[in-house]
Structure formats: structure tokens, C-alpha cells
């Protein structure tokens, strides 16, 4: 269940980050999955258009973001720091995958604890003494031959696994879509119907029709038709069944 | 372990795609998680040096995109079609998280069938005729007041998803059960031919074909007939004709 007070205790921080456009994308994708505070430590260009352009909207984020000369600063109060990284010679961090970081991040910041995750440079990712501000780093499973995600697709990625996290133990539950699904005497008469409309349009030519109608059920049970569906079908067996009388009257 | 022969069956296809620059940073999220096979159906503009600029030398994958004018065509050869789509009324296809549905493509993939994901407009999304060619819809679970995911961000999420299906260990693979599954062309000549039947057959009565044919249309993907099945449905459609014909003659 996802818990309302959670999501504000987990900061993005953005770290010397360039391009002005990635730090608008990187609202919008936090904004998607629910979480709003965004840090940025020594932003190059903030703010800007572009950065407000990419941001498409996402109501309040970059309004709301805060600057710092340091990123000590964007950590204030934080219990937990998660930092981003490729994996680094001479780090000796611990490594989390994405989807382990987020529940952990989650949890912390479920028992009441604010918690940072730290994004660092688009060249050059976050340097050795950013990371030595971090308890753990995060490595996003990249391929080894071509490792480079976009800044604000990392950010997307993490954001996503936070919501994930937010959202297990929710029961999925969903309102079935569209008309109420068929009840099984509905479709035990579509069978019927079927079998009898197959007998008449003489689909069969003499050879037993069990294991076409074992066949055809297995189909239409696992299509799980809707009641409107159903009707459909009914309609297209009547037809086959009536051009079939009228050709014998 | 991810499975080397894997990951070349599985293709990401952009329909309609309005910015080139979301084509490049598709091709470099798909790229970064392990994927090159890009599709573009109809995009208003590729090549372009937009698209270039941000697919950050992802090697090769631009240069082997595949553009087509056809959705239909992009799919062929293709068992299981994902739509990524926001939850949409009246549209009654199955719908799956991305987790759930990066573990089904990667484990039909991993058994040797072609998969296809299908990212619509940036703007409107996969229209319904478009998600008439999916067995399921994808919903990223973005928050209900600010659901719009960047299309390059979705795509990165969803590649991101299958790139974590691909370690979480190899698929038992287990054979399919029964007749091979019927790919996306045999599929369109089934509607074809179902069309056609009961056009033969007088059906509609005047009125548009069109509602009745999506929702048939819909009905048969949810149910992914293998081919034996499919030789079924067709027999009983000739049939159907057959009967049709004689009552002409």
C-alpha cells in the first residue's frame, strides 16, 4: 500500500548536471511516478527554458527544486544516500540493483527517515569524494559493450522502481475491464450453439466432431469472451444456420 | 543468464512517432539494456540528425531501424504483440505491469518466438485500430493525476524491465503446449477472411462492419490460436461460404 507520507521523504539530487533539458526531463519522470523534490548541486544553466520545456508541466517540481553550492547541503537530514554509478575501481561502497535500492530507499523512508538519491555529472557520473557522501551505490544493469543511460533516463528508471516498491503489497485487484465477463451456463449455450450450428452448415462431413468441439472450447475458454461478445458470436452462428435453411427451402 | 539468441527476437516498434530526438533516445535505451531492434511505423521524420544527435552512437541500431507503413507490417512474423497504453475505457484487452509483462516476452522470446513492443504517438498514444493488434496492453504504473511518461522514457522503462527479466535467470523455457502459435501475418488473413465470410453471408445487414469486426478482432488475439486452431476457424468460415454459394446456385 502506498503510504501518502513516504513519497516527500525521498529527495532527487542532482549533481553539476549540463544540459539544462535533462534536469526538466528529470521532473517530469519523478512527477510520473509520484515524488516532487528535486535538488540540484551547481546546475550549469538553472533555470532556463529548455529545462522548463521538457519538464512538460509537471506541476511545481522545478518551481519547487532547490539549488546548493554543495552537496552536502542537498543531504541535509538524510538517513539513507543512494548514489548512481557505473561501476568504479577503488569504489568499495556496497552495490544495489535498482529494484533492491528502491525498496530499501522505501522502506527507510516508510519508517519515517528522509532519504536521497544522487545523480551525478552526464560525462562524468558522480565523483569519488560525491560518492563518499553516499552509504551505497546503485548500479542501473546496463549492457557491458554500451553502458552510457541517459542522465534522465537513469532517473526514470529509479523513480519507476520507487513507485514499484510504493505499490507491492497493493493488490492488483483491477475493476475488470468492459462488459461482465461471460458466466460459465452462458457459455456452455455458446457451445451448444456451436456444436449445432457446425452440425447444420455440415462442417463435420461424417467425421466425429469431438475433437474440433474440444478444440474450439479450449480456444473461446481461454479468449474469456464478455457478455457482448457472446452476443456477437450467437449472432454470426444464427446467420451461418439461416443461410443454411433458406438454401434448403 | 541471459540468453544470447534472446534478445534479437524481441523488437520495439514506434508508431507515428512525431519527434525524431525520441527516436534517438529510444535507440540508445533500448541499446544500453542489450536490444537493437528498432521499427518505425510511419515516423514523420527519419532519418534526421536530431534522432542521430541523441541516440549518442548507439551503435548500429538507427542504422538498422526497419521503417514501415504499416503497423501490420512491422509485427510480422511476431507471436506476442505488448502495447504500452495508458488505461483506456472500452478497451477490453488484458492489461499487464511491466514487470509482469517483460517476464511473458522475455520467456517467449527465450522458447524462440518474435516479440513485439508497441509505443504509440508522443501525443495520442496507440490509437484503438493500432491496439486491435495487441494480445495485451502495458500500463507503466504512473500516478493518476501526472501520467504522462516522456515516449523515450517509457521505452526505457519497458527495456530496462526485459534487461531485468534477462538476469533474473534462465527461463525454464518450457515448449509451448500443443501446435506452433500463429504469427501476426496468418492472424491478418484469418480477419481477412473472416470479413469476408460474413460479408458471403449478409451479417451485417447494411450496417457498418466496423465495431463488430474490431471487437471479433479483439476477441481472437486475446485467445492467440495456434495454427492448428486457426486451420479451424478458417475451415468453418469456408464452410459457412460454401453454403452460401450453394444456396445461390
Known amino acids: 500500500m502506498s503510504d501518502p507520507n513516504a513519497s516527500p521523504r525521498i529527495r532527487h539530487v542532482l ?15 519523478i512527477r510520473t511516478m509520484g515524488f516532487a523534490r528535486l ?5 550549469h544553466r538553472f533555470p532556463d ?13 522545478l518551481d519547487a527544486a532547490q539549488v546548493h553550492a554543495q552537496l552536502a547541503d542537498a543531504l541535509s537530514g538524510c538517513t539513507l544516500v543512494l548514489g548512481l554509478s557505473a561501476r568504479r575501481r577503488g569504489v568499495t561502497l556496497p552495490e544495489l540493483d535498482p529494484r ?3 525498496r530499501q530507499a522505501w522502506q527507510a523512508a516508510s519508517a519515517g527517515q528522509q532519504v536521497a538519491l544522487v545523480f551525478g555529472n552526464e560525462q562524468s557520473g558522480l565523483d569519488n569524494a560525491e560518492l563518499a557522501h553516499c552509504h551505497a551505490m546503485v548500479r542501473i544493469p546496463s549492457v557491458e559493450d554500451y553502458g552510457s543511460l541517459n542522465l534522465a533516463q537513469a532517473v526514470q528508471v529509479m ?20 462488459d461482465p465477463p461471460a458466466e460459465m451456463a452462458q457459455m456452455e449455450q455458446f457451445f451448444a450453439h456451436l456444436s449445432q450450428a457446425l452440425h447444420d452448415i455440415d462442417f463435420h462431413k461424417g467425421r466425429s466432431p469431438r475433437t474440433i468441439e474440444l478444440r474450439l472450447r479450449k480456444l473461446f475458454m ?22 443454411k435453411r433458406d438454401s434448403q427451402a
Open 159 to 178: 523513480a519507476y522502481e520507487l513507485r514499484q516498491a510504493s505499490l507491492e503489497g497493493t493488490p492488483q485487484a483491477l475493476p475488470e475491464p468492459g
Open 100 to 102: 533492491a535500492a528502491a
Open 222 to 243: 481461454r479468449a474469456r469472451p464478455d457478455q457482448r461478445e457472446l452476443r456477437i458470436l450467437h449472432g454470426i452462428l444464427a446467420e451461418a444456420q439461416r443461410v
Open 15 to 29: 549533481v553539476r548536471t549540463s544540459h539544462p533539458g535533462n534536469i526538466g526531463s528529470a521532473a517530469r519522470a
Open 49 to 61: 527554458p529548455e529545462a522548463d520545456a521538457l519538464a512538460a508541466g509537471a506541476p511545481g517540481v
Open 39 to 43: 535538488n540540484l548541486v551547481r546546475p
